[in-house]
């Protein structure tokens, strides 16, 4: 049992919390979030964060770490999950990964190297962002041809040029080491036109149970947000809202907006990860049953 880990991954409105309360419930399992949103603390309405009460019960790790001022590093993530998950197991339990953050989740699954990263070289990124598409992809090409002929958008190909500056080493080089952990991954999704009126629907929700206070607090209490936390769908907006920029009609509409578009995102990412086991999250109750059933045959078989 010592090297097991159950992850529930998915895009956004598709039950997931609700899928590992359940399997905490049943099993020995301990939930550990992989929703960079839901580290902060204060962000509550606009992340769907599990209900104070039930993480009294059931905990969760990784859920109301940094406030909104602070930046926290998928490599701080990866380093702190191999800690806790050595506690979790010094207490016969099993880590229960439950979320939505593809890059943090991958660097688990996958163990993607991110503690050998080097730090970003602000000043070199400034000035390779005031050249074209075109141009970086020249730059990267005769820097690291393998790594830059998969890449189309700026961001990654500067990513490419700034590796190299800072290691003199290609990108394409950087191999992941064999992880030491057995997973089982359950992928939860719904079709394409129910998530969309269930993110608008969950949106109005959040409105009415007072996510504009919720971020009026928050704004009250830290003047200055950190990049990670003022880009976070349904705070962006409303902040905007409540300085003026939008009316709060548009606010929500945006929200609704970009959260379909992040649900899309999250889709195409996850697709890519390898062996997950996809259940379509539309009935909950009748895939909660298939799903229990797999992680008990998981645990007992291993």
Same mark, same amino acid.
């Given at each position: 049992?010592?090297?097991?880990?159950?992850?529930?991954?998915?895009?956004?409105?598709?039950?997931?919390?609700?899928?590992?309360?359940?399997?905490?419930?049943?099993?020995?399992?301990?939930?550990?979030?992989?929703?960079?949103?839901?580290?902060?603390?204060?962000?509550?309405?606009?992340?769907?964060?599990?209900?104070?009460?039930?993480?009294?019960?059931?905990?969760?790790?990784?859920?109301?770490?940094?406030?909104?001022?602070?930046?926290?590093?998928?490599?701080?993530?990866?380093?702190?999950?191999?800690?806790?998950?050595?506690?979790?197991?010094?207490?016969?339990?099993?880590?229960?990964?439950?979320?939505?953050?593809?890059?943090?989740?991958?660097?688990?699954?996958?163990?993607?190297?991110?503690?050998?990263?080097?730090?970003?070289?602000?000043?070199?990124?400034?000035?390779?962002?005031?050249?074209?598409?075109?141009? @970086?992809?020249? %730059?990267?090409?005769? =820097?690291?041809? &393998?790594? +830059?002929? *998969?890449?189309?958008? $700026?961001?990654?190909?500067?990513?490419?040029?700034?590796?190299?500056?800072?290691?003199?080493?290609?990108?394409?080089?950087?191999?992941?080491?064999?992880?030491?952990?057995?997973?089982?991954?359950?992928?939860?999704?719904?079709?394409?036109?129910?998530?969309?009126?269930?993110?608008?629907?969950?949106?109005?929700?959040?409105?009415?149970?007072?996510?504009?206070?919720?971020?009026?607090?928050?704004?009250?209490?830290?003047?200055?947000?950190?990049?990670?936390?003022?880009?976070?769908?349904?705070?962006?907006?409303? @902040?905007?809202? %409540?300085?003026?920029? =939008?009316?709060? &009609?548009? +606010?929500? *509409?945006?929200?609704? $907006?970009?959260?379909?578009?992040?649900?899309?995102?999250?889709?195409?990412?996850?697709?890519?990860?390898?062996?997950?086991?996809?259940?379509?999250?539309?009935?909950?109750?009748?895939?909660?049953?298939?799903?229990?059933?797999?992680?008990?045959?998981?645990?007992?078989?291993?």
């Amino acid at each position: 049992m010592g090297n097991l880990v159950i992850v529930i991954l998915g895009p956004t409105a598709t039950h997931k919390s609700e899928v590992g309360i359940e399997l905490a419930k049943e099993f020995p399992l301990e939930i550990v979030s992989a929703d960079s949103m839901q580290f902060y603390k204060g962000m509550d309405i606009g992340t769907a964060k599990v209900p104070r009460e039930i993480r009294e019960k059931i905990p969760h790790h990784f859920v109301d770490i940094i406030d909104v001022s602070e930046e926290y590093s998928v490599s701080q993530y990866k380093r702190e999950f191999l800690k806790l998950s050595e506690e979790v197991y010094g207490r016969k339990k099993i880590p229960l990964i439950v979320g939505g953050s593809g890059l943090y989740i991958r660097a688990i699954t996958e163990n993607f190297p991110v503690e050998e990263s080097p730090s970003p070289d602000t000043e070199l990124r400034k000035a390779l962002s005031e050249k074209s598409v075109d141009e @970086l992809k020249k %730059l990267a090409e005769s =820097i690291d041809f &393998e790594a +830059a002929n *998969k890449v189309f958008d $700026k961001k990654r190909l500067i990513r490419i040029i700034e590796y190299y500056n800072k290691t003199g080493k290609k990108i394409s080089e950087v191999k992941n080491p064999e992880g030491k952990f057995q997973f089982l991954k359950i992928g939860l999704v719904k079709p394409r036109e129910v998530l969309y009126k269930d993110i608008e629907n969950r949106v109005d929700r959040m409105v009415e149970i007072g996510l504009i206070d919720e971020v009026r607090r928050l704004k009250e209490m830290y003047p200055c947000w950190s990049k990670t936390a003022r880009q976070a769908i349904g705070y962006k907006e409303i @902040l905007d809202y %409540l300085e003026g920029v =939008i009316t709060l &009609e548009d +606010a929500i *509409k945006l929200i609704k $907006k970009n959260t379909r578009h992040f649900a899309k995102r999250q889709i195409t990412w996850f697709k890519k990860e390898k062996n997950v086991l996809w259940f379509d999250s539309t009935n909950l109750e009748k895939v909660v049953d298939e799903i229990k059933r797999l992680v008990g045959e998981f645990i007992n078989e291993n």
